[in-house]
């Protein structure tokens, strides 16, 4: 499985970015794909995920009411929606997939968001 991101990109605060992460491969070994973030000098952090199999997606509390992740079954893409944002979530974001014997991730993509 490859995970591409892309999207990523300077923003002033209060502003938006959409991000994806194409994955291509056996994508039909995934059963979970998240999000991730990881700003400088701090550990990386869970932000948000979709299930293959449906369900409510699930979302870090600091950004529950203006984040949205969807998927594109057609071209097997994962997009986060990210509004509102503060200068504080200037991170290097990550696209993770969970399949049946191991993770994967992308390359990233940088958010900067100015103040």
């Known amino acids: 499985v490859q995970l591409v991101e892309s999207g990523g990109g300077l923003v002033q605060a209060g502003g938006s970015l959409r991000l994806s992460c194409a994955a291509s491969?056996?994508?039909?070994?995934?059963?979970?794909i998240s999000w991730y973030r990881q700003a400088p000098g701090k550990q990386r952090e869970f932000v948000a995920l979709?299930?293959?199999?449906?369900?409510?997606?699930k979302y870090a509390d600091s950004v529950k009411g203006r984040f949205t992740i969807s998927r594109d079954n057609a071209d097997n893409t994962i997009n986060l929606q990210m509004n509102r944002l503060k200068p504080e979530e200037t991170a290097v974001y990550y696209c993770?997939?969970?399949?049946?014997?191991?993770?994967?991730w992308g390359q990233g993509t940088q958010v900067t968001v100015s103040s």
């Open positions: 491969g056996s994508t039909n070994s995934i059963n979970v």
């Open positions: 993770n997939a969970v399949g049946v014997v191991r993770n994967y």
């Open positions: 979709i299930i293959s199999g449906g369900g409510r997606p």
